[in-house]
């Protein structure tokens, strides 16, 4: 048995919202339907459930995923990600630091990445460490998951979180509505103050079904918004060519 299916297999104790895993539910797995709630804390306009809404997540329900991170068989991080295409997925960098024996954080040894597809192992090909983005490299097979179009802003749109968690045989959705203010820098970060620390890592839709941006948690006390914008420059340096023995830098 591969590492990462005795990861897989073991169930995550560290979290109590996760349910422990059946090898045998390791193929494709079927989408809930979401329920929909804004969320009620301290975050500004807070927007309610309608049917647009409704449908923005047909259209983006099977970009969510979610990530597991061990360093081993012992203690192992799950949190949400997104798919953005090319078998590379976006999620919380700080996800990837594992509680060791003592306490102290360590990179995660073994990573995979949970989609309605099956599960894929994973690896790390870039971090901003500015933005607390990480960004995953699925196998071959994963290439074709689709990802969304990325959107050009978050000023006054009504926004969409989701975070995927496995649940049974099933891959349940938590959908939390509100808006935010854009920062007058587009690369700039948003304090998502309010929104629940266990969203960090989930993409960020807007009302058209692009990606609006990710959220992360830079703390054990912070979530922000990463704006699309930012998430574009950091998926331009993955797919930047790797300078050629010869050339001038």
Do not use: Y
Not at 21 to 45: C, H, M, Q, Y
Not at 203 to 222: I, K, N, Q, R
Request: charge should be negative; charged fraction near 15%; aromatic fraction near 4%.
């Amino acid at each position: 048995m591969s590492r990462v299916a005795a990861i897989l297999s073991l169930g995550l104790a560290a979290c109590a919202h996760d349910r422990a895993f059946d090898r045998g539910e390791a193929g494709a797995l079927k989408n809930t339907s979401p329920a929909i709630s804004p969320w009620p804390g301290p975050v500004a306009d807070p927007v309610a459930a309608d049917a647009p809404a409704v449908a923005v997540i047909d259209r983006v329900h099977g970009m969510a995923v979610q990530v597991f991170a061990a360093t081993s068989t012992e203690k192992i991080n799950a949190f949400p990600g997104v798919l953005v295409g090319d078998g590379l997925v976006l999620t919380d960098l700080r996800g990837l630091q594992v509680a060791g024996p003592g306490g102290d954080l360590q990179p995660a040894a073994e990573i995979a990445v949970l989609t309605t597809q099956g599960i894929f192992p994973a690896r790390v090909v870039d971090a901003a460490l500015d933005a607390d983005v990480a960004v995953l490299e699925l196998p071959e097979g994963a290439r074709s998951l689709e990802g969304p179009p990325l959107g050009e802003g978050t000023s006054g749109d009504q926004l969409l979180a989701l975070r995927a968690s496995k649940q049974g045989p099933a891959l349940l959705l938590e959908v939390i509505g509100f808006s935010i203010r854009r920062p007058e820098d587009p690369l700039g970060l948003s304090s998502a103050r309010g929104l629940p620390l266990s969203f960090a890592g989930a993409p960020v839709f807007d009302a058209g079904g692009a990606l609006a941006g990710l959220l992360v948690s830079p703390s054990e006390h912070d979530i922000v918004l990463v704006p699309s914008a930012r998430l574009v420059q950091i998926l331009a340096s993955v797919h930047s060519p790797a300078p050629q023995v010869g050339d001038h830098i």
